[in-house]
T-cell receptor, first 111, second 113 residues
């Protein structure tokens, strides 16, 4: 079993929809939680960075972390075709600089 | 520079050949990372440098993989005697400090025939 599980999709939604992306994890040592967006043939780019449980909002994006359930989410409001990409969750434990990524969810926003 | 630069962007190697992949991090970034991303998967950690010191190489899959950053700037990932299972995108990332956001390059796509 992988340390981080993520549904690969693809997830197809109409423009303007609210998108929910999720990851579960098994390693209790993970303390930092991130969401990256990766366009085809490009490197990942950081969208959201959170520490500990709770919510963090940035524009149309909201990240949620529930450490008791080992579950993290990313919500995208008013989705746009330009949001079409692969979304990767990533986690880091204290004292080690190696990120553990999920396998990514491919999102398609239809105009 | 404007971002993390990797070369070559695409490399085709015959099985058994040695390859070298270069990463030019953002100027002044202390930390440098290599990740391997197989098709349809998330990146997997290979190794981490802080300046010229290789602090973690626990992700290197075998002794055929070797990374260096001799002057604390440019880094090279070398793969000896390439195998088909080495086919992947190799991503380099840098960070301005010992913690915080990673900035990724576009990757070097290696295909081993």
């Amino acid at each position: 079993q992988k340390e981080v599980e993520q549904d690969p999709g693809p997830l197809s939604v109409p423009e303007g929809a609210i998108v929910s992306l999720n990851c579960t994890y098994s390693n209790s040592a993970f303390q930092y939680f991130m969401w990256y967006r990766q366009y085809s043939r490009k490197g990942p780019e950081l969208l959201m960075y959170t520490y500990s449980s709770g919510n963090k909002e940035d524009g149309r994006f909201t990240a949620q972390v529930d450490k008791s359930s080992k579950y993290i989410s990313l919500f995208i409001r008013d989705s746009q075709p330009s949001d079409s990409a692969t979304y990767l969750c990533a986690m880091e434990d204290t004292g080690r600089r190696a990120l553990t990524f999920g396998s990514g969810t491919r999102l398609q926003v239809q105009p | 520079g404007a971002g993390v630069s990797q070369s070559p962007r695409y490399k085709v190697a015959k099985r058994g050949q040695d390859v070298a992949l270069r990463c030019d991090p953002i100027s002044g970034h202390v930390s440098l990372f290599w990740y391997q991303q197989a098709l349809g998967q998330g990146p997997e950690f290979l190794t981490y440098f802080q300046n010229e010191a290789q602090l973690d190489k626990s992700g290197l899959p075998s002794d055929r993989f070797f990374a260096e950053r001799p002057e604390g700037s440019v880094s090279t990932l070398k793969i000896q005697r390439t195998q088909q299972e080495d086919s992947a995108v190799y991503l380099c990332a840098s960070s301005p400090a010992s913690a915080g956001e990673l900035f990724f390059g576009e990757g070097s796509r290696l295909t081993v025939l």
